[in-house]
């Protein structure tokens, strides 16, 4: 059966520091992936998505950028962080257009 | 723009009790509809999409153009209901889907 992983499931970090978040799927193939954002009292927002290794797409200009270096791994950076970076972040995979199954989450705290 | 408004943060009905999560979003093209479930302590996942004219889970969902809405529905809640619900709006391939922010629904015994 397919699962989706996503780590660290926590995470505080200093401004101006990196980040990397990753998530791997198994149990398919060629799937899209997406990185979804929830700030606090608002709905998930798209931040990137793709439909294959090294396609990104970029749905809202920010910090963040985006790599699908594997099939099935989806990795979400910044170089340097903003206090605005504060938020909880899922990945989420589908093999059929919009997003089916989510990650657990990672809760990113900015200080 | 597109948008999606879930005019209810907060719902509590009765066991038993019929139920409605709204939802109403606004776009000038035709858009696809769905509806997500988060239940407690579990991951967030797809519950119903409107192509589909399916019933999950006991709920249903109608898409109403001339009100914009797609209300998700079900006759008699269960406690087991009780979850946090989005509903989401398509406007492209698919890909890029605009949520709400969510109704909290609890089922009281």
């Known amino acids: 059966s397919q699962t989706i992983h996503q780590w660290p499931a926590t995470l505080v970090q200093p401004v101006g520091s990196p980040l990397s978040l990753e998530c791997t799927v198994e149990?398919?193939?060629?799937?899209?992936l997406y990185w979804y954002r929830q700030a606090a009292g608002r709905g998930l927002q798209l931040l990137f998505y793709s439909v294959g290794i090294g396609q990104i797409s970029s749905e809202v200009p920010q910090n963040l950028s985006a790599s699908r270096p594997q099939d099935r791994q989806f990795i979400l950076s910044s170089k340097k962080l903003l206090l605005s970076d504060s938020g909880f972040y899922l990945c989420?995979?589908?093999?059929?257009?919009?997003?089916?199954?989510f990650g657990d989450g990672t809760r990113l705290s900015i200080l | 723009a597109q948008r999606v408004t879930q005019p209810e943060k907060l719902l509590s009905v009765f066991k038993g009790a019929p139920v409605e999560l709204k939802c109403n979003y606004s776009?000038?093209?035709?858009?696809?509809l769905f509806w997500y479930v988060q239940y407690s302590r579990q991951r967030l996942q797809l519950l119903l999409r409107?192509?589909s004219r399916e019933s999950i889970k006991g709920f249903t969902a109608d898409l109403n153009k001339g009100e914009t809405s797609f209300h998700l529905k079900k006759p008699f809640a269960q406690e087991e209901d009780s979850a946090m619900y989005y509903c989401?709006?398509?406007?492209?391939?698919?890909?890029?889907?605009?949520f709400g922010e969510g109704t909290q629904l609890t089922v009281n015994p």
């Open positions: 409107h192509i």
């Open positions: 149990g398919t193939s060629n799937p899209n």
């Open positions: 989420a995979w589908s093999d059929s257009g919009v997003p089916q199954h």
């Open positions: 776009y000038s093209g035709s858009p696809e």
């Open positions: 989401a709006l398509s406007f492209s391939s698919g890909s890029r889907l605009t």
